[in-house]
């Protein structure tokens, strides 16, 4: 049986398998996705010390996966599909087969919520939830639908390149003031409050148009692209009855961290944080510093 698997290469993963390795572990890490998880999406990263000026996104997670290479970790690029309880540990199966693990840590994250509304065929290429497909848009109309900190940081970084329409639905934005402030700020973006998207159809050169109900009535806005951030929920699948306690907590051996259980402390030093501590209580179990497994 292996000593330790992690699922997920996102902040939460990688901190996890890096603080193993420096304990002499081998950890196997699957990525279902591309290594750095959801921070590539992230456009400036302010929050996580040790850069005084921010970093974006995309970097700082390959800084992460840089640092993953030098301790020798390559994730394994497979998505796990089944985790069962097996006798001393669990069973873990991609797509390549099975394996037996002492230890297990998820570290899957989260997943965009689906937008409610129903999209016609023809304007469902038109329709995202995550930025990474947008990122090399030149010259568009793209309308983000939301108003958290997530809605803001994608307008702020798609308006580099394009013209770009947050719609909330709400009277006020969820966001941090400044990501308000910048957007308030920005040339390229048109923020509107109280703007409720009714439907969606497809708009006449290829685009989308939508029906929006304002207090002032109805109104018609068409875009190239819609971005939706209404929020996101925890991926947690693999997290079956079968693995939990009664009291709803994972059974001995398996933890879960970082976005996949940090409800709306979802940032990265917090998963960063979720990750290494979990690593630290499986070495000290593998090795037999703790009377039983937590
Ligand atoms: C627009 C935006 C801006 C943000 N800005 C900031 C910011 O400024 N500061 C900040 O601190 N945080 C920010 N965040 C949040 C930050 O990105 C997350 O908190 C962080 O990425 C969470 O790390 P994680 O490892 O828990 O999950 P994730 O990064 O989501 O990684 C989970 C990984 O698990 C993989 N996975 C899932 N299921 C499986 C499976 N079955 N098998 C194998 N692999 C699987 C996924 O593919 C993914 O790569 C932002 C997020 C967004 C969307």
Same mark, same amino acid.
């Given at each position: 049986?292996?000593?330790?698997?992690?699922?997920?290469?996102?902040?939460?993963?990688?901190?996890?398998?890096?603080?193993?390795?420096?304990?002499?572990?081998?950890?196997?890490?699957?990525?279902?996705?591309?290594?750095?998880?959801?921070?590539?999406?992230?456009?400036?990263?302010?929050?996580?010390?040790?850069?005084?000026?921010?970093?974006?996104?995309?970097?700082?997670?390959?800084?992460?996966?840089?640092?993953?290479?030098?301790?020798?970790?390559?994730?394994?690029?497979?998505?796990?599909?089944?985790?069962?309880?097996?006798?001393?540990?669990?069973?873990?199966?991609?797509?390549?087969? /099975?394996?037996?693990?002492?230890?297990? #840590? &998820?570290?899957?994250?989260? +997943? $965009? *919520?689906?937008? !409610? @509304?129903?999209?016609?065929?023809?304007?469902?290429?038109?329709?995202?939830?995550?930025?990474?497909?947008?990122?090399?848009?030149?010259?568009?109309?793209?309308?983000?639908?939301?108003?958290?900190?997530?809605?803001?940081?994608?307008?702020?970084?798609? /308006?580099?390149?394009?013209?770009?329409? #947050? &719609?909330?639905?709400?009277? +006020? $934005? *969820?966001?941090? !003031? @400044?990501?308000?402030?910048?957007?308030?700020?920005?040339?390229?973006?048109?923020?509107?409050?109280?703007?409720?998207?009714?439907?969606?159809?497809?708009?006449?050169?290829?685009?989308?148009?939508?029906?929006?109900?304002?207090?002032?009535?109805?109104?018609?806005?068409?875009?190239?692209?819609?971005?939706?951030?209404?929020?996101?929920? $925890? *991926?947690?699948?693999?997290?079956?009855?079968?693995?939990?306690?009664?009291?709803?907590?994972?059974?001995?051996?398996?933890?879960?961290?970082?976005?996949?259980?940090?409800?709306?402390?979802?940032?990265?030093?917090?998963?960063?944080?979720?990750?290494?501590?979990?690593?630290?209580?499986?070495?000290?179990?593998?090795?037999?510093?703790?009377?039983?497994?937590?």
């Amino acid at each position: 049986m292996n000593d330790v698997a992690v699922v997920g290469c996102g902040p939460a993963g990688i901190s996890a398998a890096l603080q193993l390795v420096r304990s002499a572990f081998q950890p196997t890490v699957y990525e279902a996705g591309t290594p750095g998880g959801l921070l590539r999406s992230a456009d400036h990263v302010e929050n996580f010390p040790g850069f005084p000026a921010g970093i974006p996104g995309v970097e700082l997670a390959e800084r992460f996966i840089e640092q993953l290479t030098r301790w020798g970790v390559k994730p394994r690029r497979e998505r796990v599909a089944e985790l069962t309880p097996a006798a001393g540990g669990f069973n873990l199966r991609t797509a390549r087969g /099975a394996e037996t693990y002492r230890r297990m #840590i &998820l570290a899957t994250g989260t +997943r $965009p *919520r689906r937008w !409610p @509304l129903t999209v016609p065929g023809e304007a469902e290429a038109r329709v995202h939830d995550e930025i990474i497909p947008l990122l090399e848009l030149r010259g568009a109309r793209i309308a983000v639908v939301g108003a958290g900190d997530a809605a803001f940081d994608y307008a702020l970084n798609l /308006a580099r390149r394009n013209a770009v329409v #947050i &719609l909330n639905r709400a009277e +006020r $934005p *969820r966001c941090l !003031p @400044l990501l308000h402030q910048r957007a308030a700020d920005h040339q390229s973006i048109d923020y509107r409050s109280s703007t409720r998207v009714t439907a969606v159809e497809p708009g006449a050169s290829g685009g989308v148009k939508l029906r929006c109900a304002e207090p002032a009535g109805s109104v018609e806005l068409t875009v190239d692209y819609i971005l939706t951030a209404i929020g996101r929920t $925890p *991926r947690r699948e693999l997290f079956t009855p079968e693995l939990r306690r009664d009291d709803g907590r994972p059974i001995p051996g398996l933890r879960l961290v970082g976005d996949a259980v940090n409800g709306s402390l979802r940032q990265t030093a917090v998963a960063c944080g979720d990750g290494l501590r979990a690593a630290v209580d499986v070495a000290r179990e593998l090795r037999g510093e703790l009377e039983e497994p937590r």
